[in-house]
């Protein structure tokens, strides 16, 4: 089983960039397909990005499509999410996800194991 961990959130403002991070104990990531999800205030959790295991295919939802990229470095056990010109409808609560799918796809039920996720608050 895998634990995900996830540093402390933050604060952005517009127009600004925030990098996520999702690092892994009790088994390596390179087992497993990632995700990373968000939910807003009132809202159901959505999709954010996903990679494979190998970090050779990405899908990112079309609502950051252009500005957040997914990826992963295996030989150190981390994922990370790049946000780009942020937005305020980018602010929420924002969690990592493994799956044992080598190519996961964009359904939260497909992911066994979530981080504890951290919020990410951008402010106009």
């Known amino acids: 089983q895998v634990q995900l961990v996830e540093p402390g959130g933050g604060l952005a403002h517009a127009g600004g960039s925030r990098r996520r991070s999702c690092s892994a104990s009790?088994?390596?990531?390179?087992?497993?397909?990632m995700g990373w999800f968000r939910q807003a205030p009132g809202k159901e959790r959505e999709f954010v990005a996903i990679?494979?295991?190998?970090?050779?295919?990405?899908y990112t939802a079309d609502s950051v499509k252009g500005r957040f990229t997914i990826s992963r470095d295996n030989a150190m056990n981390v994922v990370y999410l790049q946000m780009n010109s942020l937005k305020p409808e980018d602010t929420a609560v924002y969690y990592c996800?493994?799956?044992?799918?080598?190519?996961?796809?964009?359904?939260?039920?497909?992911?066994?194991?979530w981080g504890q996720g951290t919020q990410v608050t951008v402010s106009s």
């Open positions: 009790g088994r390596t990531l390179s087992t497993y397909g």
């Open positions: 996800a493994a799956t044992e799918f080598g190519v996961p796809g964009p359904s939260p039920q497909e992911y066994a194991y």
């Open positions: 990679i494979s295991r190998s970090g050779g295919n990405t």
